[in-house]
C-alpha cells in the first residue's frame, strides 16, 4: 500500500505529534514551511496553536494565499483546534484582521470550551470510527455552531448536563476533515489514520 505524503503546517504548535501520528498511520510527513514544500504533498494537516497568530505567520511565510489555491483544488486537509478554526468560512469571537482558509462551510466559534484551565477530556462516538469511543483532549478548543449542507457532522460532545452538550466537534466536507480536540495527543491514531485513507483516496 502506497505511503502518501502529507504535510504538517510547522509555522506553530504541536507540530511533532502530528508528524508522529501520520508515519503511525502509514503516511510519510514533513513539515511545511514554504510554498515550494506545500506543492510536493498530497495532503496537509493545520495543526493545534493560537489561530490569530497562525494566520499572522501564513502571511509572513506567503503561504496564505497558496494554501487557499490548493485547498480550493481539492487538497486534503485535516486540521485539530486552531486548525479547524483557520478550516472554517465563519470565525466568531476571533480578532477582525484574522484570516481563514474557508475549507468547510462551517462557523466555528474560537476557544467555545473556555480559557486553558477548562481543558478537560471526553469519550466522544466518531461517525466512520468502529471500535472503542475516542479519547478527545480539547484544550481552549473551539466549537462548530452551523456547518453547511454538504458538511458531514462526524462526533458531538456527549450529554452530561453542561452547557457543552451536543456541540459539534468533528466534521467532514468531502477530503476535508477537522475536529476541534487534539487526537495526536492520546496515541490513538484512528483520527489520523482516517485522514491518511482520505488521502489516498483522494
Same mark, same amino acid.
Given at each position: 500500500?502506497?505511503?502518501?505524503? @502529507?504535510?504538517? +503546517? ?8 502530528? %508528524?508522529?501520528? $501520520? ?11 514554504? #510554498?515550494?514544500? =506545500?506543492?510536493?504533498?498530497?495532503? $496537509? ?11 499572522? +505567520?501564513?502571511?509572513?511565510?506567503? $503561504?496564505?494565499?497558496? +494554501? ?17 478554526? +483557520? $478550516?472554517?468560512?465563519? @470565525? ?8 481563514? !482558509? ?21 469519550? !466522544?462516538?466518531?461517525?466512520? @470510527? ?20 454538504? %458538511? ?16 459539534? %466537534?468533528?466534521? #467532514? ?15 490513538? #491514531? ?5 485522514? %491518511?485513507? =482520505?488521502? #489516498?483516496?483522494?
Amino acid at each position: 500500500m502506497t505511503r502518501p505524503l @502529507i504535510g504538517v +503546517l510547522a509555522l506553530q504548535g504541536d507540530v511533532r505529534e502530528h %508528524v508522529h501520528a $501520520l508515519h503511525d498511520s502509514g503516511a510519510d510527513a514533513i513539515g511545511i514551511r514554504r #510554498r515550494e514544500e =506545500l506543492e510536493k504533498v498530497d495532503g $496537509l494537516v493545520i495543526p493545534g496553536g493560537e489561530s490569530t497568530t497562525m494566520s499572522k +505567520l501564513l502571511d509572513i511565510f506567503e $503561504l496564505y494565499e497558496p +494554501l487557499r489555491d490548493r485547498l480550493a483544488d481539492g487538497l486534503p486537509a485535516y486540521g485539530s483546534c486552531a486548525g479547524m478554526i +483557520l $478550516l472554517a468560512s465563519e @470565525i466568531l469571537d476571533t480578532r477582525a484582521d484574522a484570516k481563514h !482558509l474557508y475549507g468547510v462551510d462551517m462557523t466555528v466559534r474560537r476557544n467555545a470550551f473556555g480559557r486553558q484551565v477548562d481543558s478537560f477530556e471526553a469519550d !466522544l462516538d466518531f461517525e466512520g @470510527i468502529t471500535g472503542d469511543p475516542v479519547r478527545a483532549v480539547f484544550i481552549r478548543a473551539p466549537w462548530v455552531e452551523r456547518v453547511g449542507e454538504d %458538511v458531514e457532522v462526524l462526533a458531538r460532545v456527549p450529554e452530561t448536563g453542561g452547557e457543552a452538550d451536543g456541540r459539534i %466537534v468533528a466534521v #467532514r466536507q468531502g477530503s476535508v476533515l477537522a475536529t476541534s480536540f487534539h487526537p495526536e495527543v492520546t496515541g490513538d #491514531r484512528r483520527v489520523h489514520e482516517l485522514f %491518511v485513507d =482520505l488521502v #489516498r483516496a483522494h
